[in-house]
């Protein structure tokens, strides 16, 4: 008889076998992919447009730097990072989920950036060389990846000595009218999900997992733990969202 997988972790507010939650992740962002984009502005009002302008200034990349936009999903951070970089620059979109890539990949090209190199892998295993990037952003994705500990020392792996890691992502409210006020408003997401898309359940799943998700000074604790330092974070929207930002030490 098969022993039963002991590894369990959260999938929004389930409890699954952490062999199972790729998939089902995989199965939400496959389901959302068209309609990523147009859900994500009517969820923010826009404002995560502001949010990733700002991860960007905070990155202080330079022209030329290699920068690596992970779980970039529809590519807006790539399309942010384009310009900053340059033509000697070099950006790597990677993703675990292929139909969120392909929608990228038309975006980026419509926009007339044909830069971005794209490549499917997990966080938790990422196809890179040792001190290989000068800057890596993760937006709105670490909370989906199963493993998130294994993905930080993915990324402290890969960066160069000196290299800074940004993490933005949905956070804690601080001041609870402001939490009350939010929570009321997500509770609308799978009903817009419904509307939009015709599937309320990946709306639920999104809820679920950014209320499952550590707060502001546990994450930080978690990229301390991954042996990075000057790990400071700011918070937007009184929390609601927080950027984190770490530099690897150098040698
Ligand atoms: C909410 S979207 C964010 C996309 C984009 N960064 C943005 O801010 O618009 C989350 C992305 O994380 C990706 N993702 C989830 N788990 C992942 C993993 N283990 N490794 C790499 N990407 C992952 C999903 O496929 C999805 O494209």
Redesign the pocket.
């Known amino acids: 008889m098969q022993e039963p997988e002991t590894d369990i972790v959260d999938f929004g507010y389930e409890k699954i076998p952490a062999s199972e939650k790729?998939y089902r992740?995989?199965n939400?962002?496959r389901s959302v992919?068209s309609h990523?984009?147009i859900m994500?502005d009517l969820m923010s009002f826009g404002l995560?447009r502001i949010f990733?302008r700002m991860l960007i200034e905070m990155s202080s990349i330079r022209p030329g730097d290699r920068v690596l936009?992970?779980?970039?999903?529809?590519?807006?951070?790539s399309a942010l990072f384009a310009p900053v970089v340059g033509s000697t620059g070099q950006i790597v979109l990677?993703?675990?989920?292929a139909a969120?890539?392909e929608v990228g990949r038309d975006r980026l090209l419509n926009k007339g950036i044909s830069q971005v190199e794209f490549c499917q892998?997990?966080?938790?295993q990422l196809p890179f060389a040792d001190q290989s990037f000068h800057c890596i952003?993760?937006?709105?994705?670490l909370r989906?990846?199963?493993h998130k500990e294994q993905?930080l020392n993915e990324m402290q792996r890969i960066l160069k000595p000196g290299g800074r890691l940004l993490v933005?992502e949905f956070s804690k409210p601080q001041n609870r009218f402001v939490a009350a006020g939010y929570s009321g408003f997500q509770s609308l997401w799978p009903v817009f999900g419904k509307l939009i898309t015709g599937d309320a359940s990946s709306y639920t799943y999104?809820v679920e997992s950014i209320k499952m998700h550590p707060g502001q000074a546990v994450l930080k604790q978690m990229i301390e733990d991954a042996d990075f330092e000057t790990v400071k974070y700011h918070n937007l929207l009184n929390g609601i969202v927080s950027i984190h930002r770490a530099v690897k030490a150098q040698n």
Request: hydrophobic share 45%; aromatic share 8%.
């Open positions: 790729n992740v995989e939400v962002f992919s990523y984009d994500n995560h990733k936009d992970l779980a970039g999903g529809t590519g807006d951070i990677a993703d675990i989920n969120m890539m892998a997990n966080a938790e952003t993760i937006g709105f994705g989906n990846v199963t993905a933005l999104l």
